[in-house]
């Protein structure tokens, strides 16, 4: 089994390849990336035989597509803004592709492929993060257990970061998207917009997270799982965090810039050069993310302070009786799920295990046996019922 994962040198992409090039059902990782200086880094770190490094820019076509043929499977670790033309490219090659989500907009977007994947008899599945991808697979848990659903409650907690810290905990853009693109939810039925950074509310997590306050956030999760269990009457989906995991003091500054107009993509003139204010931003922010090396699992005895739950609570009815699951999924001291969950789809891809088409996680993905292999890699997931007394 040969998987390339493009973006294997990022902060996301690292992890991804790190648990592909531990898994025995794969013979061959391609670190698939632009940077081969941070490629190498990676390759080094996990210092496993099964990696190859590939230079690759998307930018040409027919190079990429070259490159992607012979994977068995593309797991898609860039931001998400390059979905549509690596989805066009694995399309052509035949490639079953995956990706960690495309922020509700694009998602949708990619959702429109459905019939061109099908015809091209490739499989994809959209959206197989930590989040949006295991909430979707456990509110499909819940779903299949329950006759109608009430509502879809997603919970991403991560633990803060020590005082004083001004780390970003992911990708940039994307955060900075998330900061400032208005949050969807599903409410009575239909879809609608919210303000950034609202509808505060305080949630319990399990040990060691403890409650958090949790706020609006736009996501994919909102994008499919109206439409999957429409039929059972489901009237609300939502998807919270806890300030992407920064401290709030760091979010504040940060939409600060952004509302004096430094988020912009539209290019001012400076001293007689054209510069868009975003990419400004982008290289003032590009030292706070950690270290790549901080993201791949370090020895047992010197695990990172990473501590995770996501949680979805789906609300509804059995049989006349009212019911509420709540599915937990925890990672605590290392194995981010982020590059985990879709390192296990990009295997369940490349063994085919999933249909032709353009498919959302919960469409395809068996609940029990992705959460046993998540457990696998150390990231256990618990489910709990209750019931209205009459």
């Not at 399990?206 to 706020?215: D, F, Q, R, T």
């Amino acid at each position: 089994m040969r998987i390339l994962v493009l973006g294997g040198a990022g902060k996301m992409g690292c992890i991804a390849v790190q648990t592909l090039a531990h898994d025995d059902r794969v013979d061959e990782v391609i670190i698939a990336d632009i940077n081969m200086a941070q490629a190498e880094i990676v390759a080094a770190a996990i210092g496993s035989s099964k990696l190859r490094l590939q230079q690759v820019d998307i930018r040409d076509a027919d190079a990429f597509v070259a490159t992607l043929r012979g994977a068995d499977a593309c797991l898609n670790a860039t931001v998400y803004y390059t979905n549509l033309t690596v989805m066009a490219a694995c399309r052509q090659a035949g490639v079953p592709y995956v990706d960690l989500g495309g922020l509700f907009h694009t998602t949708r977007k990619q959702l429109e492929l459905d019939g061109e994947f099908r015809q091209a008899g490739v499989p994809a599945v959209l959206g197989m993060g930590s989040a949006p991808g295991i909430p979707n697979v456990q509110a499909r848990y819940a779903a299949d257990r329950l006759d109608a659903i009430a509502s879809i409650r997603i919970y991403d907690g991560i633990k803060p970061p020590p005082p004083g810290s001004d780390l970003f905990t992911y990708a940039v853009p994307t955060i900075l998207d998330e900061l400032t693109l208005s949050p969807m939810v599903f409410r009575h039925g239909a879809f609608s917009e919210c303000a950034p950074l609202s509808e505060f509310e305080e949630y319990a997590f399990a040990a060691p997270l403890g409650v958090l306050p949790m706020h609006l956030s736009l996501h994919s999760e909102v994008a499919t799982l109206p439409i999957t269990y429409a039929h059972k009457g489901v009237q609300e989906v939502f998807f919270k965090i806890n300030y992407w995991g920064m401290s709030p003091e760091t979010v504040a500054r940060v939409r600060v810039l952004a509302d004096f107009g430094l988020n912009s993509r539209q290019p001012v003139a400076v001293r007689g050069q054209h510069v868009a204010p975003r990419d400004l931003l982008m290289e003032l922010l590009a030292d706070r993310v950690p270290p790549i090396t901080e993201f791949l699992r370090p020895p047992a005895h010197q695990p990172p302070d990473w501590v995770k739950e996501i949680v979805t609570e789906t609300r509804g009815v059995k049989e006349g009786q009212a019911l509420t699951y709540r599915v937990g999924t925890l990672t605590v001291k290392g194995a981010l799920p982020t590059g985990a969950a879709p390192a296990v789809a990009a295997i369940w891809l490349a063994e085919g295990r999933i249909p032709p088409g353009v498919h959302a996680p919960e469409h395809v993905l068996d609940p029990e046996p992705f959460f046993a292999e998540l457990a696998r890699l150390g990231i256990p997931t618990q489910v709990s019922v209750s019931q209205m007394l009459a």
